[in-house]
């Protein structure tokens, strides 16, 4: 069964082709506002990030059968991370500013990576199972300097990822450690998204069979 990873993260990608398997890339274009508003006005962090996953991954499914260069069959894997920290839950920074302020109240101090998955089973272009759950990692921040901060913000890195940090990237410098799934923060994490295609019947042998990465 052909994998589908809905969406365009690149270090999403870079965790699938490392655990040896290339999946097919689509990008789904949710609003992501829209979704997050329809939900009640009490939802929590978690059910938020799950539906945003969801979302994501049933936009990609729904659109085989319409698009030519998709299988039929195929297993579609879509993800959001938002960080929450200080009481408020944030996605990615909308320019430098924004970045700047949400490492004001992160630096010296720990937060909560939240990371929804969901995982849709499509087979002869019809949805017929999905599992959806989500990730919790504590990431404990360093301080970096002003200097240091200033030149992290202008390499353009945090504006497009969730929270402006990323431990794979420029500001792995700047975390002090973790708890939880290292793949998580990064943007999808193995073990959960193993358990949910268990769920759904799809073991990790058969992905490696239907998605080689040529290695």
């Known amino acids: 069964m052909r994998l589908i990873l809905a969406s365009a993260s690149p270090a999403r990608l870079a965790v699938l082709r490392a655990a040896g398997v290339e999946p097919i890339v689509r990008v789904s274009g949710v609003d992501e506002d829209a979704v997050a ?3 009640p006005a009490d939802a929590d962090d978690a059910t938020v990030v799950e539906a945003l996953a969801r979302a994501k991954a049933l936009s990609i499914a729904e659109a085989i059968g319409s ?8 297993v579609v894997i879509g993800c959001d991370s938002m960080l929450a920290i200080g009481g408020a839950l944030v996605s990615k920074p909308v320019d ?3 970045a700047h302020a949400q490492w004001r109240s992160m630096s010296g101090n720990s937060g909560r990576l939240l990371t929804g ?5 499509v ?4 949805v017929t199972a999905e599992a959806v759950d989500h990730s919790s990692t504590v990431v404990h921040f360093g301080s970096p300097t002003a200097r240091e901060l200033d030149a992290y913000i202008a390499s353009g890195e945090p504006l497009a990822v969730a929270g402006s940090f990323t431990l794979d990237g420029r500001s792995g410098w700047f975390i002090d450690g973790i708890d939880g799934d ?3 923060v990064i943007g999808i994490g193995l073990p959960l998204v193993r358990r949910l295609l268990a769920a759904v019947g799809v073991d990790i042998a058969a ?4 998605n080689p990465t040529g290695d």
Not at 123 to 126: I, M, Q, T
């Open 67 to 74: 698009d030519p260069d998709l299988p039929s069959t195929a």
């Open 117 to 121: 998955h969901a995982v849709v089973v």
């Open 37 to 39: 508003a329809a939900l």
């Open 207 to 210: 992905l490696w069979a239907a």
């Open 123 to 126: 087979v002869d272009a019809a």
């Open 96 to 98: 430098a500013a924004a």
């Open 182 to 184: 290292p793949s998580s």
